[in-house]
């Protein structure tokens, strides 16, 4: 990692330490059951068109059970266009949508900030800290993803996926996220 990349993930690190103190919000864990709106993090550039495939079923899964997805797309190219958000209630966030620090510009954020969310998947399993911090600041009760050390204040849920997932880490992430949102009241 160059010195500038170590910079910005140090100050991110001590903004969402700030963040996370400011004002506790409601947190608990919801069952998966039980949740009405639903958050999804993606980070487009990650997935392949299989997993695209994987998410949008999933998430025409999540519809037919009557919950309200929102979800936030990320793509780190300049001249992205969005590939989710298009059929949906969703925020789609590229480069000309960042600061610097590839956090969301302050538009952006007030309409994450606007959305009540029972439960808040991370799809995103890449280095990039911008899931992590969108994570901080949404108004969430429950917030799960993988686990990435360092980041546990971020989350009421964290899984850790399985070494070998054969190219098949989102549909991993799917299976983890279900299997223990559904236990929750159990």
């Known amino acids: 990692m160059n010195l500038v990349n170590q910079l910005k ?6 903004k969402m330490r700030q963040l996370d103190n400011r004002k506790p919000p409601q947190r608990e864990f919801i069952d998966l059951d039980k949740a009405k709106n639903i958050g999804i993090i993606v980070n487009i550039n990650e997935c392949s068109t299989e997993d695209i495939k994987q ?3 999933y998430i025409s899964k999540l519809k037919r059970e009557k919950k309200h997805i929102f979800i936030i797309e990320l793509n780190f190219i300049k001249k992205s266009v969005s590939e989710l958000t298009l059929s949906g209630d969703g925020i789609f966030i590229n480069p000309s949508k960042m600061n610097w620090l590839d956090y969301p510009v302050p538009s952006v954020e007030e309409k994450i900030r606007n959305q009540t969310l029972d439960i808040l998947m991370n799809f995103d399993a890449s280095e990039k800290m ?3 911090y969108v994570l901080n600041f949404a108004n969430a009760k429950t917030r799960t993803g993988p686990h990435v050390e360092g980041f546990e204040y971020c989350y009421e849920l964290m899984v850790n996926l399985p070494p070998n997932t054969n190219g098949k880490h989102l549909q991993a992430m799917i299976n983890q996220f279900d299997y223990f949102l559904k236990m929750i009241e159990k």
Not at 9 to 14: E, I, L, P, S
């Open 130 to 132: 911008t899931s992590k």
């Open 55 to 57: 998410l949008t079923g």
């Open 9 to 14: 993930d140090n100050f991110t690190k001590r």
